[in-house]
């Protein structure tokens, strides 16, 4: 059996951070990732990551518009503490390594994101999540840790009430093992792929959330799932809202730039959660475009001129033409809103503690919670920073002094008997049709718009799904790189967490952030203002609520 | 939107080693609209046809590196790789997985030869621990020294131009294109601390065995333009170090080439920096890269950028200057 001192499961800007805080530490580390670390998601964030440095900014006023645009469901403890390491955090990367993009006198370059006060986030070129990831996994490089390259884990053990290891399958070669460990880190970074229409990568399967669930965990306001309001139709490749903020229109098949009528004086610069919600009502209403791949607006950059968009919007040029086939200079983009961000996650305090000793987590895979019901732009690569770190030297600080792991001989014939059965099967369903249909379950019923009749179909779907995915085959019988058997794995996990959105979307009766219910329309703070913890029992999720943390931020309406 | 389709036909290069006991190469067809990528084609065929396909992927938008295959014989990201002019071109899509590294399974290959080589150049910043940015300054970088960091660090690391590398065929002690762009990075860096070291260091089986051929830029998805930056190494590692290394010779030996002839012949120059005796040695390589890129030796390739050749005449003609 494989034994360390922490394990870090997920090797994103979160699981990275995380682990060199461990080494730094003094113990001993390995990292498991189901992607070499360099081609995790983290890399494909464009835009930037918050930090207050400016002279005219201050740590306050990115304290004020995190509680606001949070809609007053983020801690306000936690995001004081998370605006203040902003600046040292930035700093840190770059003295990593990253390479961050200069203003002409040699400051940070900074740009303005939707819900900030100021310009506040810094940025590489368009490329930050990458340099990001290059920066951190070129300084992790100069430690001593072992990886785990392309290993799936597929379960935390825990035993006499703490975290004792992990099972996890070597792609490669094709076998489950297990991994003893004082201490694990769960960064497993976004589960977007619950939903058909997503921005994230096909790897981004909430595996961290699902195992952590199983283990026993709280999952935290799994019903606030932020929806980006530009992508591309047909891939939901994001086209970032630097399109909007150079000043592209929106405009439904009649023409009509329709956001003056739902937000006239900011139009297409209103909030995400805004314009999302504008582009499916024009969409339903009958206004919008058709095709085989479903309603759409367009996005027009062609006003702006050939020399503004290539120089300006050079990214978007590319992923037009590489992906759609369109060129922007002269041709309307079509666009949809799509899953962007899943502002929920495992349950963690400042320190990424959860309920469970022994168990950490960080990133978009856990929820602190510093988004509360709506996270803002450029917030979330700082949160895989700050918390991955804190995350790490809590994990470190326990491991010190916590007993040595006790893994049974049958903890690994028990946590794979599902996937061997799988695999004998002769009849049963291949998991991408089971997947397929969850997706677009979730498109479809629990989406921008909610509301009970929708939910309850929506749950009603998923429960239908899960008893089909209690037969569930697999046909490919090789061991090495069997991507069936992986889909069957991130399948079920997707499913479990699936039901927990659509109870907890159901419970919530009012609307807050990015979670809209036709029915309560309304923010609720007297019934509302807390979280929402999911519990797993046989029945399906068990909720309760915890309170929100406090400062001295005063919930007020979000107006922008 | 338009959705004219076309009928696809996939050649799948398929192998498991544990059960196959050669590679075969399967035929699929589907019909898809002409700006299908073509990983979207082999999903379509894991989710519907055969899901025992085995692949990398995970971004499905060119920026995570893991879908780097051959695709029609050109190393190339599958997600960004449309089928419609393919299959105009080609009348059929053959999809192998990428050379220069052994298959695993299919179309995924084991890269550890590809992140030896990323790990031999110290690919971290070697800061003065007493002083770990440059002092005297208002802030680490000027705006100018970030304009040097333009195309490398847009790299993904997918291996493409490893895959496309006659040098990395040749030799595999060669760092290979991503490598030697990724050193790049550092020794331009106003950071580093370790410039002259790095660029001593690379030149033992290293930055003189590129052919400068520009197979890797042109299999480059991201632009980084590998082959440019390994003629600034080379460069800089003339003026560092003057003409002691057989490599640096081989410089030498390359400006005579293609002033005589403007023009670049590999076998030519390996005779001209190594002696005929010498050449003996060295031949192995040479004929390596020749059985298996004929294309090499057979027609010289122009060379793109005069004005670079320039630089290197000037670097090396009289006294070799001091290092940055
Ligand atoms: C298109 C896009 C653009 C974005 N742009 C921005 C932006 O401009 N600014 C901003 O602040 N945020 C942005 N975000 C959000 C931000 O990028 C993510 O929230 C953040 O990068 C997540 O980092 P992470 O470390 O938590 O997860 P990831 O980087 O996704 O890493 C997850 C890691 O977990 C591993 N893993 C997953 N499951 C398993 C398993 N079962 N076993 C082992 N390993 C596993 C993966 O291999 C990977 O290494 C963007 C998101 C998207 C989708
Ligand atoms: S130019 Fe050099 S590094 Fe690039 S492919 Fe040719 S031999 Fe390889
Ligand atoms: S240099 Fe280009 S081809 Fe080579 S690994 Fe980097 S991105 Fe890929
Ligand atoms: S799937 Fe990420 S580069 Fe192609």
Redesign the interface.
């Known amino acids: 059996m494989r034994r360390h001192e922490v394990v870090v499961v997920g090797a994103g800007l979160a699981g990275q951070r995380a682990a060199l805080a461990a080494v730094e530490a003094g113990r001993e580390v390995a990292i498991v990732s189901k992607l070499h670390p360099l081609r995790s998601h983290s890399g494909a964030a464009q835009g930037g990551i918050n930090a207050a440095v400016g002279a005219e900014d201050s740590v306050d006023t990115h304290i004020y518009d995190t509680v606001k645009g949070s809609d007053y469901l983020g801690d306000q403890d936690a995001i004081e503490f998370f605006c203040r390491e902003a600046g040292p955090t930035v700093v840190e990367m770059e003295h990593f390594g990253t390479i961050f993009s200069r203003a002409p006198d040699g400051s940070l370059a900074r740009r303005a994101f939707g819900g900030a006060g100021f310009p506040r986030t810094i940025y590489a070129a368009d490329r930050t999540g990458l340099a990001l990831l290059q920066g951190l996994w070129e300084r992790l490089g100069t430690e001593r840790f072992t990886l785990y390259q392309e290993w799936d884990v597929t379960d935390v053990v825990v035993r006499d009430g703490r975290v004792q290891g992990l099972l996890a399958l070597d792609r490669r070669r094709g076998e489950f093992e297990e991994i003893a460990a004082k201490a694990v880190v769960l960064a497993t970074g976004p589960a977007g792929r619950i939903y058909g229409r997503t921005t994230n990568a096909h790897s981004c399967t909430g595996d961290g959330l699902a195992v952590a669930y199983s283990a026993g965990a709280f999952l935290k306001d799994m019903e606030f799932v932020q929806f980006h309001p530009t992508a591309l139709l047909e891939t939901s490749i994001l086209i970032t809202e630097g399109a909007r903020g150079e000043g592209g229109y929106l405009r439904n098949a009649s023409g009509d730039r329709f956001m003056a009528k739902y937000a006239p004086h900011v139009l297409e610069l209103a909030s995400r959660d805004v314009v999302s919600r504008a582009i499916v009502t024009e969409v339903q209403e009958g206004r919008g475009f058709s095709g085989p791949y479903g309603g759409y607006v367009h996005l027009e950059l062609m006003h702006l001129g050939q020399e503004k968009v290539e120089s300006r919007l050079q990214e978007i040029c590319d992923y037009c033409r590489h992906f759609a086939g369109i060129d922007p200079v002269t041709q309307p983009i079509p666009v949809y809103p799509a899953q962007h961000y899943m502002m929920g996650g495992v349950g963690t305090n400042s320190r990424g503690e959860t309920n469970l000793p022994g168990l950490y987590s960080a990133g978009e895979a856990a929820c602190v919670s510093i988004h509360g019901a709506n996270r803002l732009g450029g917030n979330s690569l700082l949160e895989t920073l700050v918390f991955g770190k804190q995350a790490g030297v809590a994990a470190a600080e326990y491991a010190a002094t916590a007993p040595a792991p006790a893994m049974h001989a049958t903890d690994l014939e028990e946590g794979t008997a599902a996937f061997r059965a799988w695999s004998s099967r002769t009849d049963g369903e291949d998991p991408s049709a089971i997947r397929n249909e969850m997706q677009q379950t979730m498109d479809r019923y629990v989406g921008i718009y909610r509301n009970e009749a929708d939910l309850l179909e929506g749950l009603k779907r998923i429960r239908v799904l899960k008893q089909r995915y209690a037969k569930v085959r697999v046909v490919d019988q090789s061991r090495v790189f069997n991507l069936n058997l992986i889909d069957a794995i991130e399948t079920g996990h997707m499913l479990d967490l699936a039901e927990v959105i659509v109870v907890g979307a159901y419970a919530r009766t009012e609307s807050r952030g990015a979670h809209y219910r036709t029915d309560y329309p309304k923010r609720d703070d007297a019934k509302w203002m807390r979280h929402t913890l999911a519990k797993r029992t046989p029945e399906g999720p068990n909720l309760s609520y915890a309170p929100v943390g406090y400062t001295r931020w005063e919930p007020k309406e979000r107006v922008y | 939107?338009s959705?004219s389709t076309v009928a696809a036909a996939f050649d799948v290069y398929r192998y498991?080693?544990?059960?196959d006991a050669k590679p075969r190469y399967q035929r699929y067809t589907l019909n898809l609209s002409?700006?299908t990528?073509v990983l979207?084609a082999l999903l379509r065929i894991?989710?519907e046809v055969d899901?025992?396909?085995?692949?990398r992927?995970?971004?499905?938008?060119?920026?995570?590196?893991?879908c780097a295959m051959q695709i029609n014989s050109k190393s190339r990201l599958a997600c960004?790789t449309?089928i419609g002019p393919e299959m105009a071109r080609h009348g059929r899509i053959v999809v192998e997985p990428m050379r220069n590294q052994p298959v695993?399974?299919?179309l995924?290959v084991?890269?550890a030869p590809f992140?030896r080589q990323y790990?031999r150049i110290e690919?971290?910043?070697r800061?003065d621990p007493a002083h770990?940015?440059p002092e005297g300054?208002?802030?680490?970088?000027?705006?100018e020294e970030?304009d040097r960091?333009k195309e490398t660090?847009?790299c993904?690391?997918c291996a493409a131009c490893f895959s496309a590398c006659p040098a990395v065929e040749a030799d595999p002690e060669f760092p290979g294109p991503m490598a030697l762009a990724k050193l790049y990075r550092f020794v331009v860096?106003p950071r580093d601390r370790a410039h002259q070291d790095r660029l001593v260091r690379i030149q033992p089986n290293g930055l003189w065995l590129c052919l400068r051929c520009h197979l890797c830029t042109e299999a480059c998805p991201k632009d980084v333009r590998p082959s440019e930056r390994i003629r600034d190494l080379k460069e800089m590692a003339i003026a560092v170090q003057g003409a002691t290394e057989n490599g640096s010779r081989h410089a030498v030996g390359f400006k005579e080439n293609i002033s005589e002839r403007g023009v670049l012949n590999e076998m030519r120059l390996v005779r001209q920096t190594y002696g005929t005796v010498g050449l003996v040695g060295q031949l192995g390589q040479g004929l390596k890269i020749v059985r298996k890129k004929p294309e090499v030796a057979r027609k010289p390739h122009p060379i793109e950028g005069v004005d670079e050749l320039e630089k290197i005449y000037a670097a090396l003609d009289p006294e070799p200057k001091e290092g940055p």
């Open positions: 939107m959705e498991d080693p544990a059960h002409p700006h990528p979207t894991r989710a899901p025992s396909l085995a692949l992927y995970s971004c499905r938008s060119a920026i995570c590196g893991s960004e449309h695993l399974r299919d995924v084991d890269q992140w790990d690919p971290h910043l800061l770990p940015m300054r208002p802030t680490p970088m000027t705006p970030v960091f660090p847009r993904i690391a860096d």
